[in-house]
């Protein structure tokens, strides 16, 4: 029964599944909707990455693909210890990895900060291992940056909706802010699973609270 269950923590240190040494199944080499390169371990010069985990990637890479100045995105699993795992471990809760989206964008057309303000409007960023109706772990939020300019900018746009949602009567943020772990790509069918199927699942569990003006 490795997969039946919907586990709301994290396993315990040493008690992740094994995963395995490399990815074991094919992607595609372009991005269904914008045409550029699926998988972006190498990124073009001039271009940054962005990694967050906002529940169900189906429609949280949806999101992301449209926005100007994204030049590619992806979905996969990240903040966990399992390597190269299935979706089907992930949802196991035995591997500590939440669903990703990898967002590679160009900062002189779409700067970090207007992307971190999108993350926290599109869901609800205070309610721990779940989004909505799904629940698990694979579903906590989740900002993972790449620099430390990345650092600064979502610790402080998170200290700021934190209070904006505080103000309303809101739980506080249980959003985890940490340096990028390890990402990796989910199955080719998951890839911009929305534009292969277009009337497929959206969970857009939102607090419907609009990103604050700053300053």
Not at 97 to 112: I, S
Not at 121 to 150: F, L
Request: aromatic share 12%; hydrophobic share 30%.
């Amino acid at each position: 029964m490795l997969f039946s269950r919907r586990a709301a923590t994290l396993p315990a240190p040493g008690e992740a599944l094994a995963g395995r040494p490399e990815r074991p199944f094919h992607l595609s080499e372009r991005h269904l909707v914008l045409g550029t390169p699926l998988v972006t371990d190498e990124v073009p010069e001039g271009l940054e990455v962005a990694v967050f985990g906002l529940g169900c990637f189906w429609g949280a890479e949806e999101i992301y693909w449209q926005v100007p100045g994204v030049w590619s995105t992806s979905v996969g699993y990240a903040g966990g210890e399992t390597p190269h795992p299935s979706y089907e471990e992930v949802c196991s809760g035995r591997t500590g990895h939440t669903e990703a989206v990898r967002v590679v964008y160009d900062p002189t057309k779409v700067d970090y900060a207007t992307l971190v303000k999108t993350f926290f409007e599109v869901h609800d960023p205070t309610q721990g291992m779940r989004q909505g109706n799904d629940v698990g772990t694979q579903y906590r939020s989740a900002i993972y940056t790449t620099t430390p300019e990345q650092v600064e900018v979502a610790e402080r746009l998170t200290k700021v909706y934190g209070e904006e949602l505080a103000r309303r009567g809101y739980d506080p943020i249980t959003t985890e802010v940490a340096p990028a772990p390890p990402y990796y790509y989910a199955e080719d069918h998951h890839q911009q699973y929305l534009a292969k199927n277009p009337h497929g699942y959206r969970c857009h569990a939102t607090t419907g609270v609009p990103f604050p003006t700053e300053g």
